[in-house]
């Protein structure tokens, strides 16, 4: 009888939702607010809108953080659009027009600046801290504006803490951009076993419990073409540890 009691006592504590499920919900709710879309503007183009990749606010509400790739894709277009962010409002979004303050290609980072009133900041948290196995989320718009700009968040696990660039077996498998990479100095980023897709480049990797942002997820591992990461995902990705966010020197 006791032996009956313990086992429907334990398949009840399995049903209920878990203290980190809770806490994810609730923080969530925190750094939604905070994660914008990078994109341009161009009032004679239809959408006039147009979108590339994820991003979030920190500091004093005006600073957004992204990729550089994200940053380099917009310059390399450059056909009279206005680089700006996209801030979710309500079904649509809301273009805010912004300058480059910093690009750090080496650790494919940049800043930028918007005007007007501040947006809520996330908090940059202690990278240097994180180790493998650690639980973290991330949030971004994979799909971009194809659900009217909605902040999708993914959960992963810190599968490895690894070289950006790790010296190949084969000369034949190196290319110009290994080779520049192993030229610099090395420095580690987070590989993730999360689901994550081209449009989540910026995107924040935060702590599920407190919101803090740990790091930056700055590539997709990606099999053949870009558009095989969204019918067939690898569910490898990576990011750069936000140490490098801080400190803010502007370039």
């Not at 806490?23 to 809108?49: H, N």
């Not at 202690?126 to 909605?150: D, H, I, T, Y």
């Not at 910026?202 to 969204?230: Q, R």
Request: hydrophobic share 45%.
């Amino acid at each position: 009888m006791l032996r009956h009691h313990l086992c429907s006592l334990l398949l009840a504590l399995s049903l209920l939702p878990s203290a980190s499920a809770d806490e994810l919900s609730r923080t969530i709710g925190l750094v939604k607010p905070s994660v914008v879309g990078i994109g341009s503007f161009q009032k004679t183009r239809s959408p006039a809108l147009s979108f590339i990749g994820s991003g979030f606010v920190i500091e004093d509400g005006l600073t957004i953080v992204t990729a550089a790739h994200v940053v380099n894709e917009l310059l390399r277009a450059d056909l009279g659009d206005t680089m700006g962010v996209l801030v979710r409002d309500g079904d649509s979004a809301q273009f805010r027009a912004a300058t480059i303050t910093m690009i750090d290609k080496e650790h494919d980072l940049a800043r930028l600046r918007v005007r007007g009133t501040p947006l809520p900041a996330l908090k940059l948290g202690n990278s240097a801290a994180v180790q493998e196995g650690k639980s973290l989320a991330f949030m971004g718009f994979p799909l971009g504006m194809v659900l009217g700009l909605r902040q999708v968040t993914h959960r992963c696990t810190v599968s490895a803490i690894t070289p950006v660039a790790a010296p190949s077996t084969s000369s034949s498998k190196l290319d110009v951009k290994v080779l520049n990479q192993l030229q610099k100095s090395s420095y580690v980023v987070f590989q993730l076993d999360g689901t994550a897709y081209p449009g989540n480049s910026g995107s924040p990797l935060f702590d599920p419990d407190t919101g803090e942002v740990i790091g930056v997820v700055n590539m997709v591992f990606v099999k053949g073409v870009k558009e095989t990461a969204i019918s067939a995902p690898s569910g490898i990705a990576y990011a750069i540890p936000a140490s490098f966010l801080a400190p803010a020197t502007e370039q």
